[in-house]
C-alpha cells in the first residue's frame, strides 16, 4: 500500500527518538522511499548513522552541507514528499509549528510541504496536557494536521499517562489509512444528522437533550477532509461547518429533521450516519400560547411518539448504500446496541455509554465501540472526537470495499 510513496520523516529532540528506527525500516518494509530528517536535538538521542542506514538515504539536519556547500532545498523537499510525517513530534517542535517558527531545516520544510502532514507527539505527560500544547495541538488539527494520538502508559520519566508516541506499527497503520482515504472518499456522498432537536410545547418552552453536536460535526469533517460530499442535516447547535465539502440543513424539530434527511436519502447518498440525538417524543399540541401556571395540581403533557428517521430508512434502504447509527446507552449498553443495530436494518452501530468517563454528551472525548452487521466488535481507547470520526470514517471505508 505504501509502494513507491515518498515519505520525509522528522525526528525530533524526544527520547522517544529511538522508536524511529523501527518507524524507518517499516515504512520502507511497506515499499515507501524514505528520506529522514532530524533537529540538532534529535541527534542526540539517535545517531544519523542509524536513520540514514534505514532509509538509505543520507539524513538532512542543516540547511547546507558546510563541506561542499550543497544547499537542501526544503522547498523541493516539500514538494518531493506525499507525507511528512514527523515522529516523534516534542512540545517545543509542535508549537513552533502551531506560530510558524522557521529556525531548522524541519520547521522551514513543513511550511513548505504541499503534501498532507502527520504528527505522532511524545512528552511527558504533564507537558501533554498544559493548555499550551494542546491549544497548538488544536490549531495544527484545525490546519489539517492528522495527528497520531499518543498512548497513556508508562513513560520515560517513570510517572504513568498520557504522552507516550504510538508504536511504530500504529504509526505506520495510521499512515496507510491516511493514504487509503485520500483517494478513496473523492466522489462520494454522505448523509449525516446531528446534534439535538427542539419539541416546542409552547412559543417559550421546548423537550431537548444534551447533545452538542461536537461528535456529528467532527464527523462532517472527517468525510470531508476525505474528498467526500457531505449533506448535513443539523439541529440547533452553537458548532459551524469549516469545510467547503459540508452543505449544512438546518432543522429545529424531530419532524423537520425527518423530512428533510427522508428527502435528502431520495438522493442517493453513498452513506448515511444518524448521529443526532432525535426526541423520540414531541407533544401532542404545541400551544399558541404561553402555557401558565395552573393554580394547584399537576400539569400533565401528553406526549406522541416522533418518526425513526433511522428506522424509516432502515425500511427503504437502497441496495449498495451503507446506513450507520449511533447508541448512546446508560446500561447494558452492547445487548441494547445490537437490539438497535437489528431493529433499524443499519450495517454499524457506533455505541458509547454514559457509563464510560469522558465519553458522551458535551465532552471533547469519547470512547466507541464500533459493532458491524457481520459481528465484529471493536473497541477503541478514549480519544478525542475528532480522532474517533477518523477511526469510524476508517472503518466505514472497509465495510463499503467489502461491498463493492
Ligand atoms: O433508539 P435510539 O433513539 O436510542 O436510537 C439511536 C439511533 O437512532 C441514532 O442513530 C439516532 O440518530 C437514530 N434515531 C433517529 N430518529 C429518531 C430516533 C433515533 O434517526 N427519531
Known amino acids: 500500500m505504501l509502494k513507491g510513496k515518498h515519505i520525509v520523516l522528522g525526528v525530533t529532540g524526544s527520547i522517544a527518538a529511538y522508536k524511529a528506527a523501527t518507524l524507518v525500516r517499516l515504512l520502507v518494509k511497506e515499499g515507501a522511499e524514505v528520506k529522514v530528517m532530524m533537529t540538532e536535538m534529535a541527534k542526540h538521542f539517535i545517531t544519523p548513522l542509524t536513520m540514514a542506514t534505514l532509509s538509505k ?47 531548522n531545516l524541519l520547521l522551514t520544510t513543513y511550511l513548505s510541504a504541499k503534501c498532507p502532514v502527520a504528527i505522532a507527539p511524545a ?39 498520557k504522552g507516550r508516541m504510538e508504536e511504530p506499527e500504529g504509526i505506520v497503520r495510521a499512515v496507510k489509512a491516511l493514504f487509503a482515504r485520500e483517494g478513496a472518499w473523492k466522489g462520494r456522498r454522505v448523509l449525516l444528522t446531528v446534534g439535538p432537536t427542539r419539541e416546542e410545547i409552547d412559543p417559550v418552552r421546548y423537550i431537548t437533550n444534551h447533545s452538542t453536536g461536537k461528535m456529528g460535526y467532527a464527523l462532517a469533517e472527517a ?12 439541529g440547533p447547535v452553537s458548532i459551524k461547518a469549516q469545510s467547503p465539502n459540508i452543505t449544512v440543513h438546518n432543522v429545529v424539530s424531530a419532524a423537520q429533521m425527518a423530512e428533510k434527511t ?23 399540541e404545541r400551544q399558541d400560547q404561553k402555557i401558565k401556571r395552573e393554580k394547584k395540581g399537576a400539569y400533565a403533557l401528553e406526549l406522541v411518539p416522533t418518526v425513526d428517521i433511522a428506522a424509516a430508512i432502515g425500511q427503504i434502504k437502497k441496495p449498495n448504500t451503507l446506513t450507520v447509527g449511533f447508541a448512546l446507552e446508560t446500561n447494558d449498553a452492547v445487548a441494547h446496541a445490537q437490539d438497535k443495530l437489528q431493529r433499524k436494518n443499519l450495517d454499524m452501530i457506533v455505541m458509547n455509554s454514559l457509563e464510560d468517563p469522558g465519553a458522551g454528551f458535551a465532552t471533547d472525548t469519547n470512547r466507541v465501540t464500533l459493532i458491524s452487521r ?9 480519544k478525542s472526537k475528532q480522532q474517533v470520526a477518523l477511526d469510524i470514517v476508517q472503518r466505514i471505508d472497509e465495510l463499503l470495499c467489502c461491498k463493492d
Open 123 to 161: 512528552m511527558d505527560l504533564d507537558m501533554y496536557a498544559h493548555v499550551a500544547t494542546q491549544t497548538n495541538l488544536n490549531t495544527l488539527r484545525e490546519r489539517g494536521v492528522a495527528i497520531i494520538e499518543p498512548e497513556s502508559g508508562e513513560l520515560a520519566s517513570g510517572l504513568i499517562g
Open 374 to 382: 457481520d459481528g465484529e466488535t471493536r473497541t477503541g481507547s478514549l
Open 262 to 284: 427522508l428527502a435528502l436519502y431520495e438522493t442517493c447518498p453513498d452513506v448515511t450516519v444518524l448521529c443526532a440525538a432525535v426526541a423520540d417524543y414531541t407533544p401532542a
Open 223 to 234: 468525510f470531508a477532509d476525505q474528498g467526500a460530499q457531505v449533506e448535513l442535516v443539523s
Open 57 to 103: 538515504n543520507p539524513v538532512l539536519v542543516e540547511f547546507y552541507n558546510p563541506e561542499n556547500g550543497d544547499w537542501n532545498s526544503h522547498v523541493s523537499l516539500g514538494i518531493w514528499a506525499d507525507l511528512f510525517l514527523i515522529a516523534p513530534a516534542s512540545a517545543n517542535t509542535l508549537a513552533k509549528m502551531a506560530t510558524g517558527v522557521a529556525d
